[in-house]
């Protein structure tokens, strides 16, 4: 069997008359040294998948038998991503924090994500007396 046989793969015939094959990020096959390809549809997207098919960081992937991957949010790795509305990493969860084990905003607490970092406050003025 050669690359020829096997999705995943681009085969072009070089000029020594030989054939030449790369992998083809974006065709929802993993192969090669791909991490993972979640199609054209999301690779590079912010869904886990980049745009070179390297796993994106604060994310894990899963591929089934090569084909197409699914990638979640890794909740308590300290980086916001995707659904989650907060990441404090290991301070997720405890008493006056603001963000919820499960990497959402705690009862009376909004939080602010930027590059991936948040910050959870308290909402003064909404009747609920929480925070530190």
């Given amino acids: 069997m050669n690359c020829t046989d096997l999705p995943g793969y681009d085969c072009l015939p070089t000029v020594s008359s030989t054939v030449e094959c790369n992998t083809t990020c974006g065709d929802s096959y993993v192969a090669g040294k791909e991490q993972c390809d979640m199609g054209s549809a ?15 960081y604060g994310y894990n992937c899963v591929t089934n ?10 909740c308590g790795d300290g980086w916001t991503v995707a659904v989650e509305q907060c990441d404090d990493g290991s301070s997720n969860g405890q008493v006056g924090d603001g963000c919820t084990k499960y990497c959402g905003a705690a009862l009376g607490y909004y939080c602010n994500v930027t590059n991936h970092t948040s910050v959870c406050v308290t909402r003064c003025g909404d009747g609920l007396v929480v925070g530190k």
């Fill in 42 to 56: 999301g690779n590079g997207k912010d869904l886990g998948c980049s745009s070179v098919c390297t796993i994106d």
């Fill in 65 to 74: 038998e090569n084909v197409s991957s699914t990638c979640t949010n890794i």
